[in-house]
């Protein structure tokens, strides 16, 4: 198998933009599933393959946050106490009407306590 090289916008040489089809990720996996015609037919497989990506993408964004912006917590265990890293702020997941429901469902899934939103927005046809 040969690799090709994949084309970047310039305009995504932002810091705070991922193109994750070309990085080395599970999402890859996932979004070939999702890009497959027939796939395209079966909608109940097509929602499960945005469930997993959302959720694959939530385990990146939750190991980011940790090396990132990360707090240590005192936990009680049943031997004593431990320290425990986790993320300094929830995240707030919000999702854009239509095919962004199935992934934030499994971002929630990466993000249990976080707090979630719809935004919806429609365009004008014919101009």
């Known amino acids: 198998m040969t690799k090709k090289s994949i084309f970047i916008s310039t305009d995504y040489n932002n810091s705070q933009v991922r193109v994750l089809d ?16 027939d796939t395209q ?6 929602r499960q393959a945005l469930n997993r990506i959302g959720y694959d993408i939530g385990r990146i ?11 240590v917590n005192e936990v009680t265990t049943p031997l004593g106490t431990a320290e425990q890293l ?20 499994g971002m929630q899934r990466a993000f249990p306590y976080a707090e979630t939103g719809i935004v919806s927005a429609s365009r004008e046809h014919g101009h």
């Open 86 to 105: 986790s993320y300094a702020k929830e995240p707030v997941l919000l999702s854009i009407i239509r095919a962004s429901i199935p992934m934030c469902d």
């Open 61 to 71: 964004i939750v190991q980011e946050l940790i090396n990132e912006d990360f707090m």
């Open 41 to 46: 037919k079966n909608r109940p497989r097509f």
């Open 22 to 37: 070309i990085e080395g990720h599970a999402v890859n996996l996932e979004l070939a599933i999702l890009r497959d015609v």
